[in-house]
Each structure stands twice: as structure tokens, then as C-alpha cells.
């Protein structure tokens, strides 16, 4: 297994087998804000980013990530997504948040005024139960401050 | 005016121990309360420094840079975890079962089966009911062991119809009965009548964090951390079934992934993990996936409305009817879906009988305004229906029906505003006119509206501290816990507005019984209403003790001094900064403590409220869209209008989802749950949002307590499966009379809307 690259930082591991990429940043890295809500999928809260690109990491295993740096919520603690959600009141339970901010960062890295449309097409994979979708929309458009 | 002599009934002098009245869901008990009130004049209506002004929550940074600890992120050394055998029949008896291969399976460390445990049965009676679990080092070997449990099964034929339970008797509990006047009177008097069948679907929470408890034993005590709407509810429960003295049980819950109503008790997995604990003496997690979340924590039950409409033809209601039938599950109780038909409007003449079938289905639960959602969709649809046989305006025929006092039980309303709400959503349903107008092709757009009642006034039981340290900043501690409605930043808001503070020297801690008094539950819209005054009455306390310190300081008499942002003010134009007086502690505390009082005595408090939907069909395909929803809701005072406004917009999403497209399907032989996954079983998603427009009246109700502040988590999806309904009709004429709306169930309703408009094309063929 080589060294998983996550935030910046190597980590040499054990053999992960067919643990899911989820379940090593969680359980043996400890970084928990990448949060499991299905675990097959579906909802987006386990979302991270694969050189940039959106993964969900619960079904991603681990042994394919390979040379690929991995983005969690904890590397993205300073981004200004992270108080425009705050400011916008774009979270309730909190959950899903790490996901819709990472999956945000995707979107605003490709396109820094992203339109209405585009964040519902790119949002749509992040699940909200509590219903904070029109405040993630104000606190993505709003990301800059 | 708040009077509270008046309101305790007449009892002149405030009573330590009193006799009240506590309404959990719609369903009221009375109990003994003790209470210390703080006789606290109600501040007046509209935005104060804090309270009343948009507040960022406080847990807000440590959600959103993933550093909160969730029940699911509890790690602890030594955890061992839990994998549940669950019934994969709908009904069966275990003939046989034998735990030894799984005992024998690597990581094993317990095992128990049906014989070991109340949370075990060994008859299932709904697919996914627990038959056994193991406690493994690791989940993925639990459940590899599980796999090796051999279970020889009877299986018997499940009873799933509510129809066929109701004939066969097959009920929950007695049928409730309830009646005023005389229906068919009522109905000889209508100028017209509607009877119609609605139904509504089985819905499931699908909060994003599952049901999961960790459980740690400690020389003979039990911590035990939980995703929970009730950490006290947990631990009398826990430490009754231990048979423990109640504080031997500590149970901490500081951020929580989503409930609905979903968990409030401990649950199976909840009992499993203290006794799988106990048994291994290692720390044990319990944790459902998301396939055993959707079959075996809870939903909102179906139902069955047959009900009967009455009206003069100047709109005033002669009778309303309803049999309900509520497939209620294995286990549970039936919500009081015929609640609204008794309480919204001021009809003479009303019946409604309420029936919950006992089939081979999972427990309901409590789900965000439980029955009321669904009763609303069946009231307020033949309203509607009964509106346009009559060729009135359903706003106006609303406006006639109105309730001034409740009929129920003959009570005054603590507050009502609903007539205020109704001024509030003419202008937007005066777009009608030019909605319809946008109709285009295929695509027909209407508008239509839906009234709410719901309850939300809270009560006692509720504790709060305050305390204020040299540096003249305040902490306020409470054993509640915030499932993400935002409640710990209302609490901190009204702290702050009465210590005159600035809202960032006010902390709040909370979520864990063994650090703070006794709190209600996040349940029933009742957090901010039953402990927002108890940490006013905290504050309050707090604020006496810092303005006797000050008087006795600055040799000022007590009364002329108040405190207002950050500083100590004298009537004569003396100021002194907070923590000047506050920094003569040194390393002393100021202390104040609140409590919730009891409700006005022999009122209904209830909470009000109109949505206006704005929809567009696709008359071809049954495609709907939703493309705007007012919401106007009267909930007395608001501490945070952010807050209160994500609320709303919350509500409104998970209503659409439950009108449009949220289902739990069943196979209609096994009664195997077929929507187990998020993908299956269809959440709204960012994308299917309409604009949303909030107006909360934001009106203090005179009598609740020193706030006047009621509840709003549920209110906001009470009526809008109805405004949608209503809209539907408005836009193509269909009475749609099933949820969800699917396009099998709107091509069905355009289809006999169609055979209605043309009653004698059949004939002349």
C-alpha cells in the first residue's frame, strides 16, 4: 500500500483490504467530519475530493485512491465556504454539512459565480434532510463574502 | 396581559406544587409540577438588542468545519460493535436458533438471542423486528458472524391490509370516538355535501444520522451516548430497566444528527448496546445502517380518511365527518389524524371516529406534527372540494368558518392570530389571476392554500442556569440537547437580551444530564416555549444578583440601576462596564437559576397558520412542480428570525417530499420493505425546491409565559400536502386525493376530472 495523501499529510497504513475510504479516514485516521449516512452512495455526506474532484468515499475503496491526494472537510476548514454557510444559516442538524461544503468547494473551483441552475445540478447529490437547500443556495452564491 | 394569578387559575399566591396540565404530540396528561417563577412582565413585541434579531447559531463553526462529534463519531478504547439479526419475515415464529457458530466467528466477544433479552423477540411481528445480535471488534466482523447464526423459521401469513385488520379486529387499542352536535342533522341542513376517500402514505424519518447508541459501563454506572431528542427520557428508561438509582445513568448527546420524532426513547439498539456492554464489561456500539433505519425506527403511519363535508351555500360549515383508519404496525399508537376536522374550524356539528390497525408492518413513531399532517391534507382538500361545489373562494370560505373559541372544549385560545395570517396571504393569492394566466400547453398552473393548527406551547418540567464569572461574561447550562432546530441559539439570545448583553459573551452548554438540570425533550415543538422562559428566569437571576453587587459598589439604590449592552446603567447617567462590577469576584460565580412556570390555566395554546402553493402540471405526462410556497404561521414571539426561517423552508421540503415523492413501498405478499436505501425511497433533493416566502406574525402570545413565544418545528409541514393538493386542483381541475402524487395518482385524478366534465359522453354512445 503506498502512503495515503490526505490534507497535505502522507500516512502509511496497513493493508486496507476492502475497507472503504470512509472507513479508513474515519476510523483509522480519525478525521470524522467526512460523515456516513448510507454507506452505499446515495446521500453525499460522505463526500471528499480525489485531486480536486468530488468522490463519494464510502463506496471509493481505499486501495484505488493510489497517488491521488484526498480533501476532507478538515482541509477545507478555512475555506470561505465555511462561514458562508454559517452566516447564510445553511445547516440545521449538521450532518450533511461537511459533504454540501466539499462538494460546494468543487463547484466554486470550477466556477467562481456558479447560477442557481448550476448549484442545483451540482448540489443534487448532497441530501439535506432537514431542508437547508434554499440556504445553501444564498450561502454558495454568497461565497466570497 | 400576562396576569399570573389569573393564569394559575385564581391561586393568589404562586404555588410551589401544582397540579398541570402537559400536552406531548396533541395527547394530554396532567402531573405535578413544582415550580419557581419568576414573575417576569413580558417584554414588548418586536425586535429587542438580540432577541428578535437574526442570530448565526452557536454550533454553527463546529458543524460546518466537521469538528462536531457526533453519537457517530464516538470512538472509545476497547469499543466493540453491534450487528442485529432482524426478522426477515413479516410475521414467523424462531422454532430454533443457535448462536454458537457466531460465537465461534473471529472478533466475537457476545451474543444474544431472543431468550436474553427484552429487545430480542423470538415472534416478529413486522420485517426487521430484532431476533438476535452480536458484539464484535469490528462491525464487519458482527456482521459476518451474524451470517452464521442458523434461525429455523415458521412462517406465517402477514396481516397488511388496515382495511382487513379493522374488519378482522385486529386494532392497536380502542376506536376513539369523538362527536359534537349531530352530524346527520349537519348534513340535512348543507346546501351541499362532498364525501370523499384520502389516503395518505407511510412515510420514513430518514434523518442522515441513523438510530446508534454507545454504551460505557464505570463501576457500576452506565454513560451512554446517544443520537436522541430525550437524553432524560433515556436515562429514566435505562436506569429503570437496570434497575439503577436514575443518575447511575448519564446520557450525553452535544450534536445529533436529525430525529423528526424518531428518538425519542431508548429503542432496541439502545437497550442492546447497555447490555451487550454489561455482558462483555467493554464499551459497545450499537449503530443501525441505513437498510434497518428504514425498516424497523419508526414512520409515519398511513391512513385512511372517509370523510363528509357539509355547507350552506353562503359557506358556513353544517358538518364534517371523518372515519380514519391509520395503519399503525405492529407496535405503536395512532397519531390523531382526525385532530384538525375537531379543532380548525367552527362547525356545530362534527363526528369523527378513529381506528388503528394492528398489522404486520414496523412501529410507527412520532414524525413532525404526527396525524395533524395527515388529517390537514384530508380537511383542507374537501374544503377545497366542497369550495367549488358551493363556487366560493376558498380564502373566504376559510375567513366564515372561523374558530374564535375552541369547540372542543369549550376554552379560549391563548392567542390566536389566524384571521391576521389569512389578511397576510391575500396578496399572494391574489397571483392566482396571473398565475393561471401563465398556463402554457400541456403545463397548467394554479394556486391553492391550506390552514394549519398545531400545538407548541410547551409546559414545565424545565430547568435552566446561568452563570457570570469576573470577566462579566455568562454561561448559560441546560440539560437539553439540539437536534439542529437551533433552540441552543434562541436560549443563548434570551440570556443575552436579559442580562444586556452583547449575544457574544453568552455561551451555552448542553446535551449531557450529568451537567445540567433537568430539560424537555426536542420533541413536539415544545423546546423554545418550555425552556426559553426558564433561561430567562436564569438570567433574570443572575442579572438581580450583579445589580446588588453594583448598588452596594457604587452606593446607588438597586432599583435605579439596569444593565443594557455589556454595562451597568444608573438612572442618574451612571455607567460602569459589566465586568467592572463582575471583576470584584475574583474566582466567585454568580449564579442564577430559572424555571419553566406552568401554561395558563383552562386555555388552548396552539400555534396557526396559512401556506399559499403555487404549482405547474403537466396535464399529459402527470409531471407536477411546485414553484412557490408562502407560509404565513403565527407562533407567537420569535427569538431568531434566521433560524426560524430555515424552520419553515425545512418543513416546507420535507412536506413536498411527502407529497410528491417520499413512499415506503411494500411487497404486497411478504411485506418485505422495498425502499430500504436513499435511492429507493425518494428525499427531495436541492433541485426540486420552489421559492420559498416566510412571514412569521411574530405576534407574543399575552398569556404563555414570560416569552410568548410558542413552537415552530412542526407548524411549517403541517398544511402543505393540502396547498399543493389544492393548488393542483386549482391549475387542472383534479381532485387529487392520494399522497404521494405521483403521475399514476395525477394522470388518475385528470382522468376522472375528465369523466366528470363530460358525465354524458358515455351515455349518447
Known amino acids: ?145 | 396581559m400576562r396576569h399570573l394569578p389569573e393564569d394559575r387559575g385564581g391561586d393568589s399566591l404562586l404555588a410551589r406544587l401544582i397540579r398541570t396540565e402537559k400536552e406531548v404530540e396533541g395527547r394530554y396528561t396532567e402531573q405535578w409540577v413544582v415550580v419557581e417563577e419568576d414573575d417576569l412582565e413580558q417584554w414588548p413585541a418586536g425586535p429587542r438588542d438580540t432577541v428578535g434579531r437574526p442570530a448565526e447559531r452557536v454550533t454553527g463553526l463546529a458543524r460546518a468545519r466537521g469538528e462536531a462529534r457526533y453519537t457517530a463519531d464516538v470512538q472509545l478504547p476497547g469499543m466493540l460493535h453491534t450487528a442485529v439479526l432482524r426478522s426477515p419475515h413479516a410475521s414467523a415464529r424462531v422454532r430454533r436458533i443457535d448462536l454458537a457458530p457466531a460465537l465461534a466467528a473471529p472478533g466475537v466477544r457476545a451474543a444474544l438471542g431472543p431468550d436474553d433479552s427484552d429487545s430480542l423477540t423470538g415472534e416478529p411481528g413486522y420485517p426487521g423486528a430484532a431476533v438476535a445480535a452480536v458484539a464484535a471488534d469490528s462491525f464487519a466482523q458482527a456482521s459476518a458472524a451474524l451470517e452464521l447464526v442458523d434461525v429455523e423459521w415458521d412462517v406465517l401469513e402477514p396481516l397488511l391490509d388496515p382495511d382487513e385488520a379493522v374488519r378482522r379486529g385486529s386494532l392497536i387499542d380502542e376506536t376513539t370516538h369523538y362527536e359534537r352536535g349531530d352530524l346527520e342533522q349537519g348534513l340535512a341542513e348543507a346546501d351541499a355535501v362532498v364525501e370523499a376517500e384520502y389516503r395518505t402514505q407511510t412515510v420514513l424519518h430518514n434523518a442522515l444520522e441513523t438510530h446508534q447508541t454507545v454504551c460505557e459501563w464505570e463501576g457500576g454506572r452506565l454513560t451512554v451516548y446517544a443520537s436522541t431528542q430525550w437524553i432524560w427520557g433515556i436515562r429514566d428508561r435505562l436506569a429503570a430497566h437496570f434497575d439503577l438509582p436514575a443518575d447511575w445513568v448519564r446520557v450525553v448527546c452535544r450534536y445529533m444528527g436529525g430525529g423528526f420524532g424518531a428518538k425519542t426513547e431508548p429503542g432496541d439498539h439502545g437497550f442492546l448496546a447497555a447490555e451487550l456492554a454489561q455482558a462483555t464489561g467493554r464499551p459497545v456500539r450499537c449503530a443501525l445502517t441505513r437498510r434497518e433505519e428504514n425498516q424497523a425506527t419508526g414512520n409515519r403511519h398511513a391512513t385512511i380518511q372517509r370523510l363528509v363535508a357539509g355547507a350552506r351555500s353562503d359557506g358556513t360549515l353544517t358538518a364534517l365527518g371523518g372515519d380514519y383508519v391509520m395503519a399503525v404496525g405492529w407496535e405503536g399508537w395512532k397519531s390523531s389524524t382526525a385532530g384538525p376536522m375537531q379543532m380548525l374550524y367552527a362547525c356545530p356539528n362534527v363526528r369523527t371516529d378513529e381506528a388503528g390497525a394492528k398489522i404486520n408492518t414496523g412501529p410507527n413513531d412520532a414524525f413532525r406534527a404526527p396525524g395533524f399532517v395527515e388529517g390537514t391534507f384530508g380537511l383542507e382538500c374537501i374544503l377545497d372540494e366542497l369550495a367549488a361545489k358551493l363556487d366560493l373562494d376558498p380564502l373566504e370560505l376559510r375567513r366564515r368558518n372561523h374558530a374564535d373559541s375552541d369547540l372542543v372544549d369549550g376554552r379560549p385560545f391563548s392567542s390566536k392570530n389566524l384571521l391576521e395570517c389569512y389578511r397576510r396571504a391575500d396578496a399572494h393569492w391574489a397571483r392566482r389571476d396571473e398565475v393561471r394566466a401563465r398556463s402554457k400547453g400541456a403545463w397548467k398552473r394554479g394556486v391553492g392554500l391550506a390552514s394549519q393548527i398545531w400545538y407548541g406551547g410547551g409546559g414545565p418540567p424545565s430547568y435552566a442556569w446561568v452563570r457570570m464569572g469576573a470577566d462579566g461574561r455568562a454561561h448559560v447550562i441546560t440539560g437539553h440537547q439540539d437536534i439542529g432546530t437551533g433552540t441552543s441559539t434562541a436560549l443563548a439570545q434570551i440570556a443575552a437580551e436579559e442580562l444586556g448583553l452583547p449575544f457574544d459573551r453568552v455561551e451555552i452548554s448542553f446535551g449531557d444530564s450529568d451537567r445540567g438540570p433537568y430539560a424537555t425533550y426536542s420533541a413536539g415543538s415544545s423546546t423554545t416555549p418550555s425552556m426559553g422562559p426558564a433561561v430567562r428566569a436564569a438570567a433574570a437571576d443572575a442579572a438581580r444578583q450583579v445589580i446588588e453587587i453594583a448598588a452596594q459598589r457604587y452606593q446607588v439604590e438597586e432599583r435605579v440601576l439596569r444593565l443594557e449592552n455589556g454595562n451597568v446603567l444608573s438612572a442618574d447617567g451612571g455607567s460602569w462596564p459589566l465586568e467592572e462590577v463582575t471583576g470584584l469576584l475574583e474566582d466567585g460565580q454568580i449564579l442564577g437559576k430559572g424555571s419553566r412556570g406552568p401554561n395558563p390555566a383552562g386555555m388552548r395554546i396552539l400555534t396557526f397558520g396559512i401556506q399559499v402553493a403555487e404549482v405547474a402540471v403537466d396535464v399529459e405526462t402527470g409531471e407536477v412542480r411546485v414553484d412557490r410556497v408562502a407560509a404565513i404561521h403565527d407562533v407567537g414571539r420569535v427569538i431568531n428570525p434566521l433560524g426560524a426561517s430555515s424552520q419553515v423552508e425545512g418543513g416546507i421540503i420535507q412536506g413536498l417530499g411527502h407529497t410528491l415523492s417520499e413512499q415506503r413501498l411494500l411487497d404486497p405478499v411478504s411485506g418485505a420493505v422495498l425502499t430500504q436505501s436513499l435511492d429507493a425511497y425518494k428525499l427531495p433533493t436541492i433541485a426540486d425546491v420552489p421559492e420559498i416566502v416566510t412571514e412569521l406574525l411574530d405576534i407574543p402570545d399575552p398569556h404563555l409565559t414570560s416569552l410568548g413565544a410558542k413552537g415552530l418545528g412542526e407548524p411549517p409541514i403541517v398544511p402543505t400536502a393540502a396547498a399543493i393538493a389544492n393548488a393542483i386542483r386549482d391549475a387542472t381541475g383534479a381532485n387529487v386525493r392520494s399522497l404521494p402524487i405521483t403521475r399514476e395518482e395525477m394522470l388518475r385524478a385528470l382522468k376522472e376530472a375528465r369523466e366528470r366534465e363530460r358525465p354524458l359522453a358515455g351515455q349518447a354512445r
Request: proline share 6%.
Open chain 1, 1 to 145: 500500500m503506498p502512503d495515503l495523501r490526505v490534507n497535505g499529510q502522507a500516512h502509511r497504513l496497513d493493508p486496507p483490504g476492502l475497507r472503504s475510504l470512509a472507513e479508513i479516514l474515519r476510523e483509522d485516521l480519525g478525521l470524522t467530519g467526512t460523515k456516513i449516512g448510507c454507506g452505499e452512495g446515495h446521500c453525499g455526506a460522505c463526500t471528499v475530493l480525489l485531486d480536486g474532484e468530488p468522490v463519494l468515499s464510502c463506496i471509493t475503496l481505499a486501495a484505488t485512491v493510489d497517488e491521488r491526494e484526498v480533501t476532507t472537510i478538515e482541509g477545507l476548514r478555512d475555506h470561505p465556504l465555511v462561514d458562508s454557510f454559517v452566516r447564510a444559516d445553511a445547516l440545521q442538524c449538521g450532518f450533511c454539512t461537511p459533504g454540501q461544503i466539499v462538494s460546494a468547494s468543487a463547484l466554486v473551483a470550477d466556477s467562481p459565480e456558479p447560477t442557481r441552475d448550476a448549484i442545483r445540478h451540482r448540489m443534487a447529490g448532497n441530501l439535506c434532510r432537514c431542508g437547508t437547500y434554499p440556504k445553501i443556495e444564498e450561502a454558495i452564491l454568497s461565497w466570497r463574502g
